[in-house]
């Protein structure tokens, strides 16, 4: 006997509940947060360390760029002012206080103490920095008067001095320069091997002493000119550097690079 039509459809209701008129779905009920019971691991700490990281980074190169920009522009105006000449005896203390300072020297080139510190890259090409100390001769100082003079850059194949006479003057010369504090070595340069002869770096101490002068460095300068900076590299004459202040500013970068992590992690937080 069939089953009347009203269990039929209460059947076929409670078989289909998109058809139940008393259905609800999960989706119409509201959310509710379920606490673990459990404390946030370390992903969730570093994650919010991120933009903060970012922040303080970016504001330290804002206080780097301040302090590089007020350096470069001490050394710049120690450039406009007319040379000084360099007094028979240098406080090496003192040195920081000049650096980037104009001066003169007159004296003698110790050609048999050269050094040449390489390899060193200019435009490409592979050589040497050629350091000479230059003899001075005071007639009311007795002491040590010695400095050590970086003349420039040769290419590899004027390394030998019989190559290039043209680079030997044996009389008196009058050297303008930059004096220069001492430089920093970095720890991918090899250390220096004064008995060979063998310099890899400008250490000045170790270069003072190996030759007998004082702790004073002079960075020889040129007017830029290309047509002259030929004819000495085909001389084998060293190319003096320009005068001017070649301290690297990339501070900016660095703020922009910062800010905009910062800011990127902040929309996405």
């Known amino acids: 006997m069939r089953k009347p039509f009203t269990q039929q459809k209460r059947r076929y209701a409670t078989q289909n509940p998109a058809d139940d008129p008393a259905f609800t ?23 919010a360390v991120i933009p903060i990281t970012a922040f303080v980074l970016g504001s330290w190169q ?23 000449p360099l007094p028979p005896q240098v406080n090496p203390e003192s040195i920081k206080d000049f650096d980037y300072r104009r ?20 435009d490409g090409n592979n050589g040497y920095l050629v350091v000479t100390p230059l003899e001075r001769d005071f007639e009311d100082y007795p002491g040590n008067t010695k400095i050590l003079v970086c003349r420039g850059w040769i290419t590899k194949d004027k390394a030998a001095q019989a190559t ?28 220096n091997k004064p008995e060979e002869n063998k310099f890899y770096f400008p250490d000045v101490e170790q270069m003072a002493k190996h030759t007998g002068s004082q702790v ?25 550097r320009p005068a001017e202040v070649n301290l690297r500013n990339n ?19």
């Open 103 to 122: 001066v003169y020297a007159k004296g003698k080139f110790r050609h048999d103490q050269e050094m040449l510190i390489g390899p060193r890259m200019h």
């Open 216 to 240: 004073v460095w002079i960075e020889e300068t040129m007017r830029p000119d290309l047509i002259t900076a030929y004819d000495r590299e085909a001389k084998g004459v060293p190319i003096g």
């Open 25 to 47: 779905s999960i989706v119409d009920n509201p959310p509710q947060l379920v606490r673990a019971g459990k404390k946030h691991g370390w992903g969730l700490i570093v994650l």
């Open 251 to 269: 501070h900016g970068q660095y703020i922009f690079t910062w800010y905009v992590q910062w800011a990127m992690e902040r929309s996405i937080y």
């Open 62 to 84: 804002v206080q780097r760029l301040g302090w590089k920009t007020e350096l470069i522009a001490r050394f710049e105006d120690r450039l406009v002012r007319d040379p000084l």
């Open 164 to 191: 290039r006479p043209d680079s030997l003057p044996s009389g008196d010369v009058t050297v303008r320069g930059l004096l220069r504090e001492p430089w920093k070595k970095n720890s991918f340069t090899p250390d």
